[in-house]
């Protein structure tokens, strides 16, 4: 069963990207299925760190991104919107170049808050990191 208030595409979700920190880093949505949401992000000069490996900051942009973007989806954004307000990351392995690829699943789908698990592997399907983010369901208006 679908958690997403209404129908969505692909295309739709690469239009919120212009002018935003998921525009700098390359952060593409790339899949999704009934409950989960799926996104790329390069291991590239843009997201290392000063040792060359992937920055874990951008490990929490990504899964940030994915889980807001998730959460959002959710709701009836003319009603509700949501807005991080915690989140862990736990970095499990070292990347230094390819593709990243985090998905995001809810954990809870409350009326004031949601909490969602992001996993981020590379290209080899290898844990790299593990996050949750806990969102603020808040009113529109």
């Known amino acids: 069963m679908a ?11 690469a239009l919120i990207q212009p002018n935003t920190l998921g525009e700098q880093l390359d952060i593409r949505f790339s899949a999704f299925g009934d409950d989960w949401l799926q996104g790329t992000m390069p291991v590239d000069r843009r997201t290392h ?5 992937l920055h874990g900051g951008a490990s929490v942009a990504l899964a ?23 989140i862990t990351a736990n970095h499990v392995r070292g990347v230094r170049d390819g593709l990243v690829t985090g998905t995001a699943r809810p954990l809870h789908l ?24 806990t969102l603020a369901v808040l009113s529109a208006g």
């Open 3 to 13: 958690i997403w208030f209404k129908p969505f595409d692909l295309s739709q979700l």
């Open 49 to 53: 760190q000063p040792f060359g490996l």
């Open 64 to 86: 940030e991104s994915l889980g807001s973007t998730a959460g959002s989806l959710c709701l009836d954004q003319t009603k509700s919107r949501c807005v991080g307000q915690s």
């Open 110 to 133: 409350g009326g004031r808050s949601q909490v969602w698990q992001i996993d981020i592997r590379d290209a080899g399907g290898a844990l790299v990191c593990f996050s949750t983010l």
